[in-house]
């Protein structure tokens, strides 16, 4: 072997459809280094089997295999991992069912929980995580339960680590990939990427990867008195990444990347199931009744996204010693366009305006400017021997400039003017963000002998960060100029784990560990819109605190049947102190994060058997039972304060998910064929915690309503008395994809059928001003069908 940093750290070809570690305490066999793929989850490059907690892989063939080009897709071959897919830019993600709801776009200062990874560069933001495509990986890497020992915070349920293929020396070659697909009742999409390694000279090579993405729109908008706009939410990905790689001597290696991403979208996945401007129960205004996939927009509503990393990796070898720097910087502008004019309609409703004046354009713009900068430096043992260690620092600062602009033209003659906004613009708001973080970590790993083995490991962290608002406008409370906030905390994230090996195919781990969310600073209400005590009980709450994740998990990992039937099997449980929780601020058009306490319990089983060298099979599943472990209530009543009682699920995550994959390969000609078959199940979920409340799905046009349920605006001649009902509860659903493949030495082929079965998923519940304004679910693609080519060179 070269060195420690030398080639060799590629991840070798799985003969399973999707790879699972299983404990080794003995060199591999050459049919066993079939089976084996190479991770770096412990920071440091290991056997997937050698890695002594829960952890998932994909190689990138089987990503290819699968037909998954971005984190939704990939989601639905890995159970416990759930994507709460908003649309192409805003994917929020959560593992084993840890997740306090849906981050809203205006709450930039909320933090993501599981952290995801470029390989070493951390690239999640809570609400806008990069959707990246999955071009030209090596392997994608999950971690389930937490990970603030080595991966900080941002990962306190989990880490997703995307692992690119490296620049090779000594090696060119590429590959081409087309495909088109079409989505039912939708638009035509297509895909074209590529890949090329290029030597340069004998110590260093070049790895470009380019590729643009037409992405099929399925959404109809549907507006009283217009014409149906059809497939609204289409879009344009296009985007690419240079790394190089330079090894001046077998000791160093210098890796310097660019990253870059363009994604234009021109609506949202969103199917209206009412809307105080479009609905079936007006006597007045013309009745409109959407499709299954429609939506009621006046608006062309979209999202810009444009992304660029720089990062460069700096890596030394002092014998059995490594030394490694990475250093990364990113730049992120995203803007987002939504029609708000439901929502400042209702309150134009409330206020006395006219029909013409609740029916004023008024776009919501929400923009953002973020500048993060990281450093990591660690050191650790690169040998053979029976222990292993790393230690290591991390610093990271972050600039985060977001403003919300209501442009309503004609609405200063329904309202006065707030002080310092501009004109015709009911709210108006400017924040600034400056955040900064240290860290130092260090773990060890102890083989005891060839049964026993022990890890732990320490991370000790400080962060601060102070906010300046600016809010005005006749939707604000008294306005707010260069107000200041601050928030600032330490704590330590610790893990031990005990591992034992009964034989070189049997292990079963025993582990204690703790991941942590940083806390934030809530905005000001928007006071002059509350009505009744909710002022009272939202207000007053400037800040919210850490989330601690402290997970106690036994797992097991075993080959059978001579390394056919892998089963691997974990329970667990979560102890959450100070849960996040996204909360609705009642009818103040406001949100807020409050803390709660909460755990989850639940087990995953993985089941993976190739009885011989044409069938595959896979079953795997998560469940995870999450709740509220003390309720917190309004003063002298029997409600909840944001959806927070005791018992109360979780939102997000479903308690059960579960996949299913039968793969059968079998020769066709002179190439190789094969036929996969993944079906996945997603159990019932809520978007928040008070989506539980009773009679939250109740909308309401009487004078005293049922506790918990929104005013129903009385626009368009809605009847007195009229109940409009819904059910908050995301149904389960089933998504099954097919794909039918051909391989020879330089090409692939396949034809695919996504959503085989043309399910309507509900993926999150979207309403406006409580539920008043307008009430929707963010929904998936239906039934797409496509054909996909791939050329290597």
């Not at 009818?587 to 044409?614: M, Q, T």
């Not at 409340?693 to 929104?710: D, H, K, L, Q, W």
């Amino acid at each position: 072997m070269k060195s420690w940093i030398g080639r060799g750290a590629a991840a070798l070809c799985l003969a399973t459809p999707f790879a699972i570690a299983q404990a080794q305490d003995s060199p591999p066999t050459d049919d066993e280094i079939s089976q084996e793929i190479i991770v770096t989850a412990q920071k440091r490059a290991t056997t997937l089997q050698e890695v002594p907690f829960s952890i998932a892989a994909m190689t990138g063939d089987d990503l290819t295999e699968s037909g998954a080009t971005n984190i939704v897709e990939l989601a639905r071959n890995v159970p416990g991992l759930y994507i709460a897919d908003l649309g192409p830019g805003q994917s929020q993600v959560a593992i084993r069912g840890i997740s306090a709801g849906q981050v809203i776009r205006d709450q930039p200062g909320v933090k993501e929980s599981v952290g995801i990874y470029l390989d070493e560069s951390p690239i999640s933001v809570a609400l806008f995580t990069p959707d990246l495509d999955l071009y030209d990986l090596d392997r994608v890497e999950v971690l389930r339960g937490p990970q603030g020992t080595l991966f900080g915070a941002g990962s306190s349920s989990g880490t997703v680590r995307y692992i690119t293929a490296q620049p090779d020396i000594g090696n060119s070659g590429g590959s081409v990939d087309f495909t088109i697909n079409s989505a039912t009742d939708g638009q035509m999409g297509n895909d074209v990427r590529g890949a090329f390694n290029l030597p340069l000279g004998e110590s260093a090579a070049m790895r470009t990867v380019v590729y643009r993405s037409e992405l099929a729109g399925f959404i109809d908008s549907q507006y009283p008195g217009r014409v149906t706009r059809e497939d609204v939410n289409s879009g344009e990905r296009s985007g690419g990444r240079v790394a190089f790689r330079f090894e001046p001597s077998e000791n160093f290696v210098i890796t310097p990347r660019i990253v870059f991403q363009k994604l234009e979208t021109e609506g949202f996945p969103r199917y209206d199931f009412y809307n105080i401007l479009g609905n079936t129960y007006t006597t007045t205004e013309p009745q409109v009744r959407v499709s299954e996939r429609g939506q009621i927009t006046q608006l062309q509503e979209g999202l810009n996204d444009d992304f660029l990393m720089g990062d460069l990796k700096l890596e030394f070898s002092f014998g059995d010693v490594g030394l490694t720097s990475v250093t990364n910087y990113i730049d992120r502008q995203v803007k987002v366009v939504r029609d708000a004019s439901q929502l400042t309609g209702s309150v134009t409703d409330d206020v006395g305006g006219t029909a013409a004046q609740v029916r004023l354009d008024s776009p919501l713009v929400d923009d953002t400017d973020l500048q993060a900068f990281s450093q990591e430096l660690r050191i650790g043992s690169s040998g053979e021997g029976p222990f292993q260690w790393l230690v290591g620092a991390f610093y990271q600062e972050a600039d985060r400039d977001y403003s919300q602009t209501l442009p309503t033209p004609g609405y200063d003659e329904i309202l006065p003017r707030g002080l310092g906004a501009p004109a015709d613009t009911p709210y108006y708001s400017r924040l600034t963000y400056d955040f900064s973080q240290f860290a130092v970590f260090g773990e060890a790993t102890w083989r005891i002998n060839q049964h026993w083995g022990l890890t732990g490991g320490l991370r000790y962290y400080d962060f601060e960060e102070d906010r300046i608002i600016t809010i005005a406008g006749a939707f604000a409370d008294l306005p707010h100029f260069d107000e200041l906030g601050t928030t600032s905390s330490d704590g330590i994230s610790p893990r031990v784990i005990l591992a034992f090996n009964p034989s070189k195919d049997t292990q079963f781990t025993a582990q204690v560990a703790r991941g942590f969310r940083l806390g934030g600073i809530n905005d000001p209400l928007n006071v002059t819109l509350c009505q009744g005590n909710d002022l009272d009980i939202y207000g007053g709450r400037p800040t919210w605190d850490d989330e601690e994740v402290t997970n106690y998990e036994l797992g097991m990992k075993s080959r059978l049947a001579d390394g056919r039937l892998t089963l691997n099997g974990a329970v667990f449980l979560s102890k959450i102190d100070g849960l996040q929780v996204v909360a609705d601020a009642g009818s103040c058009s406001s949100r807020i994060i409050l803390n709660a306490d909460a755990e989850s319990r639940g087990a995953e089983v993985e089941l993976f058997y190739r009885p011989n060298p044409s069938w595959d099979v896979g079953v795997s599943a998560t469940y995870a039972d999450a709740e509220i472990t003390e309720s917190q209530l309004i003063t002298g009543t029997p409600d909840p304060i944001g959806g927070i009682r005791e018992g109360n699920r979780l939102p997000t995550s479903p308690q059960l998910q579960a996949v299913a994959t039968l793969a059968y390969n079998f020769p066709l000609g002179a190439q190789e064929s094969y036929i996969r078959l993944t079906a996945q199940h997603v159990g019932t979920s809520y978007t928040q915690l008070a989506d539980q409340e009773a009679n939250f799905g109740v909308i309401s046009n009487v004078a005293t309503r049922p506790t918990g349920s929104a005013r129903l605006i009385d626009f368009g001649g809605i009847p007195a008395d009229t109940t409009i009902n819904f059910d908050p509860e995301l149904p389960a659903y089933e998504i099954v994809n097919l794909r039918w493949g051909f391989r020879a030495d330089d090409w692939e082929a396949g034809v695919f059928i996504n959503n085989l079965l043309d399910e309507r998923a509900f993926l999150s519940l979207d309403r406006e001003r409580g539920r008043s304004a307008r009430v929707g679910f963010l929904t998936n693609p239906p039934r797409t069908y496509g054909v996909n080519l791939r050329v290597k060179f």
